[in-house]
């Protein structure tokens, strides 16, 4: 039952560091996505992936790069690390099928303090 | 223009007692979904309900019901004998079906629920 696991929960890096944050689901859904989270800001989308090896900018991209190599991963990167990209990051995932009312699944997100 | 508003930031509400929290929505599409989100103070976001724009009734999941209002646009999120593990975030949240990938977050309510 682990559903979308993020790896790591908590993390502090020092501007201009660079880092990668994992999200792994096991739901075999067809769609990621990859949001931050401010307060008084609600959830704000970065990028998202409808499909093994393709991805899409949402609201929110720069300074962000994403992958999606394989179905079940996605990962988020930050090339260089600044002070304004510390948030909480959500990852989630919904199946490709099923119509609107597919829900987003989410992990639990990953914690991220830049110095 | 925002495309999900909810305009109480913080509510309180007595232990049995029901609450409304307000979520309004602005789309051109007649085809879309409705979500509700709650995120307790652990973090991670549980989803409530959903309600589609072509839904003849309001949606009902136990204790959490939507008061779908489409000529108002609005998606009223209803918790009736609140307990005090409601106390949390909850965000509303929308997916247009022609459009497809996106889903839009409100800033969210805080609920907190008073012995």
């Known amino acids: 039952n682990a559903g979308v696991t993020q790896t790591p929960k908590f993390r502090v890096l020092k501007t201009g560091q660079s880092m990668t944050l994992l999200c792994a689901q096991d739901?075999?859904?067809?769609?990621m996505y990859w949001y931050r989270q401010d307060p008084g800001m609600g959830l704000r989308l970065i990028h998202y992936s409808v499909g093994e090896g393709t991805t899409a900018k949402g609201e929110v991209p720069d300074g962000y790069n994403v992958s999606r190599l394989k179905k079940q991963n996605f990962l988020l990167g930050l090339e260089s690390a600044a002070p304004s990209q510390t948030s909480v990051y959500f990852c989630?995932?919904?199946?490709?099928?099923?119509?609107?009312?597919?829900?987003?699944?989410f992990g639990d997100g990953t914690r991220l303090s830049i110095l | 223009a925002q495309k999900i508003t909810q305009t109480q930031p913080g509510m309180f509400v007595q232990e049995k007692e029901a609450v409304t929290l307000d979520c309004t929505y602005d789309t051109s599409d007649p085809s879309y979904g409705l979500f509700w989100y709650k995120q307790p103070s652990s973090g991670e976001m549980i989803f409530l309900i959903y309600?589609?724009?072509?839904?003849?009734q309001n949606a009902t999941e136990g204790r959490y019901s939507l008061n779908f209002q489409k000529a108002r646009k609005s998606a009223n999120l209803v918790i009736s004998a609140s307990q005090l593990g409601d106390s949390a975030m909850y965000f509303c949240a929308m997916r247009e079906g022609q459009a497809g990938n996106q889903f839009y977050f409100g800033t969210g309510t805080s609920l907190t629920v008073i012995p």
């Open positions: 989630a995932s919904r199946r490709g099928t099923g119509g609107l009312k597919q829900p987003q699944h």
């Open positions: 309600q589609g724009s072509y839904d003849q």
């Open positions: 739901m075999n859904h067809e769609y």
